[in-house]
């Protein structure tokens, strides 16, 4: 059996193949049960999050997500994501790897966001918001500067020395990155706004947000969790990764929905719709787009096939 470290993880999931990887995944489609989602006390702390997601492509693989979700992590210098991908042929059961679930999730979660980018975002889209400075938003940067010609980065976290950390590692990557001192400045001048955050209160405002510009919400997995406020979902054509996903987990789209500002049928599409050709993204050129991504267990399938298959092309 197959088994990648993070670092192996990385190198098997280059930019371009995994962004087209899910893509495929996501036009043609696989088994995906609803994932288990419970919350685990931690005393002292705020709660952690356990997720069990499956997903299989009948006769071709399977497999399941196991990962954990401890918030609290930072003040320990740990990342806040541990898991693993357990990878099975889907004819015979046989194991075939075992994925580091914390670079795969990064990854893939990135790889999704700029997907939607490439329908979303406008054409000429030079500019990027990060709101968040973990491990996720490195890898949303490097995701979208692969759809788009982006040419300057700015990075804000409520801890400013932890934003320029992240700005000097981003700089590392090659990237033209610097910390943000001021959100609202930030956000008023990007064209695309990515927010990574574990936030329970609303941090982009509408109001901030100026024509065509492209909103990416990663963050904020749970209904009570929330990263854009209600004028920005209001103001915003808004697209999910899925359905079944934001509509019941991700707080931006679920305390809307509740409170009456926002009807499903509001939502303009999810992410198969818009790669299928189903349902066309941005209409023009001053639009304001909102693409809302909760996870989906397919990502994370098509992101360890694509692992194991590079990785077994290579050794063979």
Avoid at 109 to 134: C, F, N
Avoid at 147 to 171: L, Q, Y
Avoid at 201 to 214: D, Q, S, T, V
């Amino acid at each position: 059996m197959l088994v990648l470290n993070e670092d192996e993880t990385r190198n098997a999931l280059a930019w371009p193949q995994l962004i087209e990887a899910i893509e495929t995944m996501f036009r043609t489609g696989c088994e995906m049960p609803v994932r288990h989602h419970h919350d685990v006390a931690v005393p002292g702390e705020r709660d952690a999050t356990l997720l069990m997601m499956p997903a299989w492509v009948p006769g071709s693989y399977m497999g399941v997500k196991i990962l954990s979700v401890f918030p609290d992590n930072s003040t320990r210098a740990l990342p806040a994501i541990f898991g693993t991908y357990l990878l099975s042929s889907g004819k015979t059961g046989e194991m075939l790897a075992a994925v580091e679930g914390g670079e795969l999730t990064a990854r893939r979660t990135a790889a999704t966001s700029a997907l939607a980018a490439k329908y979303l975002a406008r054409p000429d889209a030079s500019s990027i918001l990060m709101v968040g400075t973990g491990r996720l938003s490195l890898n949303l940067m490097q995701a979208h500067a692969t759809v788009r010609n982006i040419s300057t980065f700015h990075i804000w976290g409520r801890n400013m020395a932890s934003a320029e950390k992240a700005a000097a590692d981003a700089r590392q990557m090659g990237l033209n990155a610097f910390a943000c001192a001021d959100l609202e400045v930030g956000a008023r001048d990007a064209d695309i706004i990515s927010c990574a955050t574990l936030s329970n209160e609303p941090l982009i405002r509408g109001a901030w947000l100026k024509p065509g510009a492209h909103l990416d919400l990663v963050g904020a997995f749970k209904p009570s969790m929330r990263e854009s406020d209600d004028a920005a979902v209001q103001l915003a054509s808004v697209y999910v990764d899925t359905f079944d996903g934001a509509l019941k987990e991700g707080g931006d789209i679920v305390q809307p929905l509740e409170a009456g500002l926002l009807q499903r049928e509001d939502i303009k599409a999810e992410l198969a719709d818009l790669v299928s050709g189903r349902q066309k993204g941005r209409d023009n050129d001053n639009e304001i787009t909102l693409f809302k991504s909760v996870g989906a267990a397919l990502e994370d399938l098509a992101g360890a096939i694509l692992a194991y298959e590079s990785v077994t092309r290579r050794t063979n």
